[in-house]
């Protein structure tokens, strides 16, 4: 993966090219923007929901059962829509890792 470089103010990160959220750098508040940084291009989103430090936001529309992408890792599904802007945590998503049913889901 190509080095990454951090400006300071952001308030979030996405480490990964495949990665569908982004982690937050602090806690923020509904309607307040982030900016990220995808390869060499910065991208912003609009939160629809206060997000807490070290928590996720959606950067993409992530459609019931797709992947959750962090760090380009697979770290779960979603189990219902998950608009961009809004928080991804434990109540729109699911684990898959270890479950038979679940384990080509991330392929």
Do not use: W
């Amino acid at each position: 993966m190509a080095e990454q470089t951090f400006q300071e103010g952001l308030l979030c990160i996405v480490m990964h090219e495949r990665d569908n959220v982004a982690t937050l750098l602090k806690d923020v508040n509904k309607g307040e923007v982030i900016t990220y940084i995808k390869g060499s291009e910065s991208f912003q989103v609009t939160l629809i929901q206060d997000i807490k430090f070290g928590h996720k936001a959606a950067i993409a529309p992530i459609r019931p059962n797709e992947v959750v992408m962090k760090y380009g890792e697979a770290i779960g599904a979603a189990i219902v829509e998950i608009p961009i802007g809004a928080h991804v945590h434990v109540h729109n998503l699911e684990g898959i890792r270890g479950r038979g049913d679940k384990q080509n889901a991330s392929n």
